[in-house]
């Protein structure tokens, strides 16, 4: 069973920084030197995502025998939920007494 | 029970040898590849199948960062990643139990030694302990997370504890005051963890499982008996005699009778453990000589497959 806890701020970060530029595939450790997060954080929220169908994936082919290199990017689902989630937090500053009076 | 730390050194020895016979050449130059990749290495080998590509993801990623301590960072923060990512199916039950053997044999201890105002060489020791099984618990969680390896290595670990304990004793008084039969250490450390370490091997048809299963029922084993003599201590206290290393009193006594658990938890984990590894592998050499069953001559008329036992 999955459950539907709100994102962590980590993730919020993380999905913030993804959303900087959407189209754009990003490397793993980039991701986690611009948001400040350390592997063994970075790399379960990746998971999470990727779990929640909120990242694509893909791999770069190694050039003379190294390694592929994973890479990551919004999903237009993850697009939605990084709108959704700005949206929210616009949301909760809403109840500014001022801007409810100045809406009526 | 001077014998007993001699054993250990051996088993020691006879891994050094097998790895020089593996490969003398790595033997002697040491490895080829640095630390950090050896360490995401073994980190990647932790994952559950469905997490591979992740795997090769932190792999890909390591093999583009500079510099030593960079690299170690990551590489550590991963080796965290692999021991907490879902998902963990039965193994998550398998560290559990073996989290709640820990938090029991550490939190028993300290009960002990609050209750009996032992002295800060105590809270040492303790903190010596805790160190000494978070080590276990970590080296634990990577091993029951290894197809094949949880279920037979916890049954492997309550029988190498049953055996103790039949011979032993079952009572707390047994365990605080062990009346030693000359035969009966032989047969503890070194007759029952081979035979289980060798059972791993035959039963998994698979040296690498079975030394995987001997090292989990050493740390299963070590981890239940002391939890075992623990709670004899805090059952019987300074019951029976007191003990002449303890200095005749009664926190000395409840201190030498903890240390004894303590060294009793080291040296059965370590001796089990090598005595195990050993009969797993042995157990491997015999496998690789028994060529498997072969079908020759005509074909059997029967349509039914052959089972492997």
Redesign the interface.
């Known amino acids: 069973m999955q459950r539907n806890r709100p994102p962590s701020p980590q993730t919020i970060n993380v999905l913030r920084a993804l959303a900087a530029d959407p189209a754009q595939w990003r ?3 980039d991701l ?1 030197t611009e948001v400040h997060l ?7 929220i ?2 999470r995502l990727a779990d929640r169908g909120l990242l694509d ?1 893909s791999w770069e082919p ?1 050039l003379d025998s ?5 890479l990551y990017r919004l999903s237009p689902t993850g697009r939605e939920f990084v709108a959704a989630l700005t949206a929210g937090r616009v949301d909760r500053r809403v109840p500014h007494p001022h801007n409810r009076w100045s809406e009526a | 029970m001077g014998g007993l730390f001699f054993i250990p050194m051996v088993g020691l020895l006879g891994i050094l040898i097998a790895l020089y016979r593996r490969n003398p050449q790595r033997f002697l130059n040491g490895p080829t590849e640095d630390a950090p990749l050896r360490l995401m290495r073994w980190a990647v080998g932790l994952l559950s199948p469905q997490r591979a590509e992740w795997g090769q993801a932190m792999l890909g990623e390591l093999d583009h960062i500079d510099g030593r301590t960079r690299r170690l960072r990551f590489a550590l923060g991963c080796v965290g990643a692999a021991l907490v990512l879902p998902p963990w199916g039965r193994a998550a039950a398998g560290v559990w139990a073996m989290i709640a053997l820990a938090a029991g044999a550490v939190g028993l201890y300290g009960g002990l030694a609050v209750h009996y105002r032992l002295g800060g060489g105590d809270w040492i020791a303790a903190g010596i302990l805790t160190v000494f099984v978070i080590g276990v618990l970590l080296g634990a969680s990577a091993l029951v997370r290894r197809p094949g390896v949880a279920i037979p290595g916890l049954l492997g670990g309550l029988f190498i504890a049953l055996v103790f304990l039949s011979l032993s004793g079952f009572t707390f008084l047994d365990q605080v005051l062990p009346d030693i039969v000359p035969w009966h250490p032989p047969v503890e450390v070194i007759v029952v963890p081979f035979l289980v370490g060798a059972a791993g091997t035959l039963w998994s048809r698979n040296p690498v499982v079975g030394r995987r299963i001997a090292r989990l029922a050493a740390v299963t084993a070590g981890l239940g008996l002391f939890v075992y003599a623990t709670i004899a201590v805090a059952a019987i206290g300074g019951g029976g005699p007191f003990d002449e290393d303890g200095g005749g009193t009664l926190r000395g006594t409840i201190s030498d009778r903890l240390a004894n658990n303590m060294v009793d938890l080291a040296v059965t984990t370590l001796v089990v453990a090598t005595i195990g590894w050993g009969g797993a592998a042995a157990a491997g050499r015999f496998l690789r000589r028994t060529p498997p069953p072969t079908v020759s001559g005509p074909i059997s008329p029967s349509p039914e497959p052959q089972q492997e036992a």
């Open positions: 490397y793993g450790y986690a350390k592997s063994g954080s970075l790399y379960p990746l998971v994936t190694g190294r390694p592929p290199r994973h």
